[in-house]
């Protein structure tokens, strides 16, 4: 596995040197070679890798998502009881891109997924395009020998990201390939739910397909005034007769007040605090044993402002697997 990444950057690993004020960077392990995860919780994993988002006519950028939600993540304190200090968590570093095709980049993606997963341990991808969450399914799928109908998978998206593979991989085909192409068909349509999806930013063509699926969508308009209690019941769909669930979390579901440096981002979404909540559902619910952020995008923020929203979510995510405990 680990000839296959790139060790984290060490000086992204805040530290205040204050005991009465621990942060997030003292707190998470860096793995280098050789390293074995065996007694770790979580174990993040970054994938700096944009090609899929340029070949769907996106703006580039996301390729460098990875390394600046590590920046904002590690300069978080661990919170209050039960903290993210009772998690064992290590950073794995990246998926090696440099000279590579994408085709490379998503079976490297999909092997150290695989490779994390069969040893118990909890995958946390940082992307990076959406096209990379279907390498990931793929390995949860491979790791834990999931079987037919055994995995469900919850997309928060303003997209449905569900276009067949006609152009080729791009970040529009991740759940298309997702229900068509894991071996031995582990996601059903049953156990597949779309949330925050924005009706004028896809194509009807498409919202058809995924309807003949069984697959579940919960607009961004049907979600007004009860997000959470629509998470719960999106969570409550995907995990019926499954094994495992799988969240994945592109950054545009939130509203571009709140998050202007996403990929493809809008004035409607989520706000940041709804997307908070639905991180911290998913870490509280058992069966979740796959979560990413994807599609951050640091060239297109505004002080910041992103990347601490994904930091954020992901803070939320792990507070949430502290208190299955």
Request: glycine content about 12%; some cysteine.
């Amino acid at each position: 596995m680990w000839n296959e990444l790139v060790p984290p950057e060490r000086e992204l690993f805040f530290s205040k040197n204050d005991e009465k004020d621990p942060r997030m960077g003292e707190i998470v392990h860096p793995l280098a070679a050789d390293d074995s995860l065996e007694g770790y919780d979580v174990a993040l994993i970054g994938l700096p890798e944009d090609r899929g988002i340029l070949a769907n006519g996106g703006r580039e950028g996301a390729r460098l998502g990875p390394r600046f939600i590590r920046k904002a993540f590690y300069r978080l304190t661990p919170g209050f009881r039960p903290s993210l200090s009772d998690l064992s968590i290590a950073d794995v570093g990246d998926v090696r891109t440099e000279g590579r095709s994408l085709d490379e980049v998503h079976e490297s993606a999909r092997a150290i997924v695989a490779s994390i997963a069969s040893r118990g341990v909890l995958p946390v991808v940082l992307g990076g395009g959406h096209d990379l969450t279907f390498p990931g399914l793929h390995g949860l799928v491979d790791g834990l020998c999931l079987k037919e109908g055994e995995l469900g998978v919850v997309n928060v998206d303003s997209h449905l990201d569900v276009r067949d593979m006609s152009h080729g991989i791009t970040s529009g085909t991740p759940f298309f390939r997702a229900l068509e192409e894991l071996p031995g068909k582990p996601l059903k349509g049953g156990n597949f739910v779309e949330f925050g999806v924005q009706e004028l930013h896809n194509s009807p063509w498409y919202y058809q397909w995924l309807r003949k699926t069984g697959a579940t969508v919960f607009t961004l308009k049907s979600l007004q005034g009860r997000p959470m209690e629509t998470f719960l019941q999106a969570l409550q769909v995907s995990g019926e007769g499954t094994r495992i669930v799988a969240v994945s979390v592109d950054i545009d579901a939130a509203r571009s007040t709140d998050a202007p440096g996403a990929s493809a981002s809008n004035p409607n979404g989520l706000s940041a605090q709804d997307l908070e909540k639905v991180a911290y559902l998913a870490g509280r619910t058992e069966r979740v044993g796959f979560f990413d952020i994807m599609e951050m995008s640091p060239p297109l923020d505004v002080d910041g402002r992103t990347s601490a929203l994904a930091a954020a979510v992901l803070f939320w995510f792990l507070k949430g697997l502290c208190e299955r405990r």
